[in-house]
């Protein structure tokens, strides 16, 4: 599956490499939702839970569906600042049909939820169908849905105002130390794109980043096969250290895309046993299993929900997540009348860091 970003048009200003703050901070915000997705940084996490004050880690619990599965597209901005507070007040510029529309595309699930006119600010029926998108989600998303829609102007500010107490709690003192590494990542790219080219320049950023043949798209490997157009606008490429593994596109109509990479390391992969490999190899040797945990990699769904995701009949999901249970590479728990299947992230690290980035970016 792939994503392509039609970049064709005059040749300067196509490709952007830039350091966001704002980017940064919501990356260390999924690694505080989804620790298991960052097995190096867990015992940074752990510190940063541990000295939060109540107040604000009940705020980054009852809006981390901003950031946990998918990046809500206005913390992934396309212009990036100096400074968090610059962003924030980019934020703030944003009119409410926008802001909304890219909160609930979280809220409600990921970004195969689509919210068109009639919007849900303003039409009943449209508000009714929102509101029980985000209930399927959970009582978070529903209490946070129903605060939005009643009230963008409050969220809004309680949402800036989170981001500006993570920066006195925590934010503030990584960024002192990821700043340095992220410039240098960018002034590499920068010399990369100017003396080498576009391909080159993409190829450091990512295996799964390519430069189509005609030189007028960029070719992204995510779970997503869609397009989306950059014309005059570019792509801009944010470096992140908190991010690694994932590599996370934004693309939704209306946004100029962004795409922010792990900056590399030199972490060495898990040992692990042969017999271990060739069990967990074998489950993810066919093609649809592979979609389905990276589908996963988003959130817990249900057998339902990923046969709506990918258009099978729930026999034929159901057969697979047997597969990949029998190797331990999903965790299943009920809720109510619903199985909700996840990943059994310790057990698929142990495969090694590509696999894990494959199936998490």
């Not at 690694?31 to 097995?39: C, D, F, G, K, S």
């Not at 010399?191 to 992204?220: E, K, M, Y």
């Not at 769904?301 to 034929?316: I, K, R, V």
């Amino acid at each position: 599956m792939t994503l392509r970003i039609d970049i064709s048009g005059p040749p300067s200003g196509r490709l952007r490499f830039a350091v966001s703050p704002l980017a940064e901070l919501t990356a260390m915000l999924h690694v505080l939702a989804e620790p298991a997705h960052h097995p190096r940084l867990a015992g940074w996490a752990g510190d940063v839970w541990a000295g939060l004050r109540p107040e604000l880690a009940e705020r980054l619990r009852e809006a981390d569906f901003l950031w946990r599965s998918s990046r809500a597209d206005f913390l992934v901005p396309a212009r990036p600042r100096a400074t968090l507070a610059e962003e924030l007040d980019d934020v703030d510029r944003i009119d409410d049909e926008t802001y909304v529309t890219a909160a609930l595309i979280t809220t409600c699930g990921s970004n195969r939820v689509r919210f068109a006119a009639p919007s849900p600010l303003t039409d009943a029926a449209e508000r009714e169908r929102t509101l029980g998108l985000a209930q399927a989600r959970g009582a978070l998303q529903e209490a946070f849905a129903e605060r939005l829609l009643a009230d963008p102007a409050d969220v809004r500010a309680r949402v800036r105002h989170t981001l500006e107490q993570c920066a006195d709690a925590f934010f503030d003192a990584a960024w002192t130390g990821v700043a340095g590494h992220l410039a240098a990542d960018l002034r590499l790219k920068n010399d990369l794109l100017r003396h080498q080219g576009i391909g080159t320049a993409l190829a450091s950023v990512s295996g799964a980043v390519t430069l189509a043949p005609d030189g007028d798209s960029v070719i992204v490997d995510k779970l997503q096969d869609s397009a989306t157009a950059a014309h005059g606008t570019g792509v801009t490429f944010l470096p992140s250290v908190f991010g690694r593994p994932h590599l996370v596109a934004v693309h939704a109509p209306g946004w100029q895309p962004v795409v922010q990479y792990p900056v590399a390391g030199a972490d060495p992969p898990e040992p692990v046993s042969l017999e271990t490999v060739t069990l967990r190899l074998e489950a993810l040797a066919h093609p649809v299993r592979l979609r389905l945990l990276r589908t996963l990699a988003r959130g817990p769904h249900t057998t339902g929900e990923l046969a709506d995701a990918w258009g099978l009949s729930p026999p034929e999901v159901s057969r697979h997540l047997a597969v990949l249970r029998r190797a331990g590479l999903l965790t299943a728990r009920r809720r109510g009348r619903y199985v909700r299947h996840a990943l059994n992230l310790p057990e698929l690290t142990a495969l090694g860091t590509d696999v894990l980035a494959a199936v998490l970016r």
